[in-house]
């Protein structure tokens, strides 16, 4: 049960600056599922998110209780002014760099990492951590400036990146791992199979891969694609790789 003496709202105050925003049910559900740590988590109405977990979520019904405590509707906007319309909201502890780190080094690894090669779009880098999550990848990293714990990156990754390692690296820091790269000009990727320990690097969305990452590359692979279509969504491309690892051997976790 709740601490009758917490108070939701000066915890939330306390921490937002360094934790890790749980905006939506959804959100909220899979950080639980996987086992984040949550010091705090708020909705405008308990009854309607507990229902709804009954409904969607039995297994963490009783943790979103335990968890939840119930604020006015004014309250919930005032600590984030566009709340998502299941009014759950929560703040998790991010997970330890070293540890991820330590996971995306572990070797043998038995599924791959994914890497986005300086990213642009927030949303597209939230779908590929949910698609990593879903297929069992070891981890998620990303070059550039991009933040992939960006609240936006979270909300779009559904809570999943409590299911997988994210961290952002440069080139010279990727895991190890043959590195195969997504590129038009590579050998279609129907005649390979990737291994387990594979690193999968996609290009940004407007130019593709940069120098750096083309050089670090073992491989060159393309996906098959109708002339004259310029490309696949930055998701897609990662969807279609794993799901090409998986039915050629690769085993989803």
Known sequence: MNDPAHDPVSAWRR?????????????????VRFQARIPVAVTSDRKAALELADQLAPDVRDALEALLTEVPEGTLKALLPRPHPTAVAALAVRPSRAANLDRLARTPRGTPVVVLDNPRNLGNAGAVIRLAAGFGATGVVTTGTLDPWHPTVVRGGAGLHFATAVERLTVDELPPGPVFALDPEGEDIRGLKLPDDAVLAFGSERTGLSAELRARADHLVSLPMRPQVSSYNLATSVAMTLFHWSATGGTVA
């Open 15 to 31: 921490l937002a600056d360094d934790a890790v925003l749980l905006d939506g049910f959804h959100t909220v559900k899979h950080a």
